[in-house]
């Protein structure tokens, strides 16, 4: 999260998704600041979330990364992570390493707590590909034992889990309290072992 973008539509798109998510337990936020911020800015996210935030430390090339997000890997709530752009499945050391939370990050915090949900922001997609590079995340996700479901708008997050009942429950109280038509998300189906678009309807955008 950039303090400069504080309140935008992708802030309220944040919010809404963890409403609507309340019912599956306690959340609480790792903003994954890339700017310092005052310590109203970080109130004014806390409370426009509706979370507390684990950690208000600035990450930068530079940081330890396993030490900054340790607060993310011990916290036993749900986790909502909010990288500046989003989820790379490769880890790289180069200036842009700290707007990403990398695959390999987001597997170990999955592990620490299996018994929980982790929700991220994910802007790392090129427009108009959307839908195929979401679907390689999962599959990848898949491959470090995460089940993922992906909501597809403007704003893309992923839900993962190590427990499918426990994401399965949160799919059905994100459906019933958000009203989204389905075809806005994808999940991985562990049956057929493969990624597909859920009750797709024929002739949609």
Known sequence: MNPKYLGDSYDIVKQSLLRWLANTGTWATHPMFTEDVSTEQAEAFSSLLGTRLLSCDTLTHGTDRDAYLAPAR?????????????????????????????????????????ERLILVFDQSLARGKEREQIQTK??????????????????????????????????????????????????????????HRIAEKSGSR
């Open 74 to 114: 011990d916290c036993h709530h749900h986790v909502f992570l909010d990288p500046d752009t989003g989820i790379r499945l490769k880890p790289t050391k180069g200036a842009k390493a700290p707007h990403y939370l990398f695959g390999t990050e987001l597997a170990a915090i999955a592990d620490a707590c299996p």
């Open 138 to 195: 999962l599959g990848s996700l898949t491959k470090q034992h995460m089940l993922g479901i992906a909501y597809i708008s403007h704003a893309c997050f992923v839900l993962v889990g190590k427990n499918r009942t426990l994401l399965d429950s949160a799919f059905e109280t994100l459906k019933k309290e958000s009203h989204l038509p389905e075809c806005r998300f994808l999940s991985w189906n562990s049956q057929n072992q493969a990624v």
